[in-house]
């Protein structure tokens, strides 16, 4: 329904700070909500935030709880991460999804950028 491009990704120490950005294409009139997941190698993905389309409405993993902010632009279609106070364990491929309704509801999802933070 949309087309995602992550970028921001890059190698940074612990402590650090990086910020993502995702930018959405197609049926950008369609968003309900955008979030950011992540998957270290073998791992499962993990969900790490989400912020609706509409109202602003955020949520985040507690792993992250006080380090990340979301933040959209809705004029734009595009959401970002700022990570900060990075540690290792933050490392890992993040993703954009991109949720649409268009009389079902679809996800989308990007191609990842790979975020790593070295101790």
């Known amino acids: 329904q949309v087309q995602l491009v992550e970028s921001g990704g890059g190698l940074v120490q612990a402590g650090g700070s990086l910020r993502l950005s995702c930018a959405a294409s197609?049926?950008?009139?369609?968003?309900?909500?955008m979030d950011w997941f992540r998957q270290a190698p073998g791992k499962e993905r993990e969900f790490v935030s989400t912020i609706t389309w509409s109202v602003g409405t955020t949520y985040y993993a507690d792993s992250v709880k006080g380090r990340f902010i979301i933040s959209r632009d809705n004029a734009k279609n595009t959401v970002s991460l700022q990570m900060n106070n990075l540690q290792p364990e933050d490392t890992a491929v993040y993703y954009c999804?991109?949720?649409?309704?268009?009389?079902?509801?679809?996800?989308?999802w990007g191609q990842g950028t790979q975020v790593t933070v070295s101790s």
């Open positions: 999804k991109a949720r649409t309704r268009r009389g079902g509801v679809y996800d989308s």
């Open positions: 197609g049926r950008t009139f369609d968003i309900l909500s």
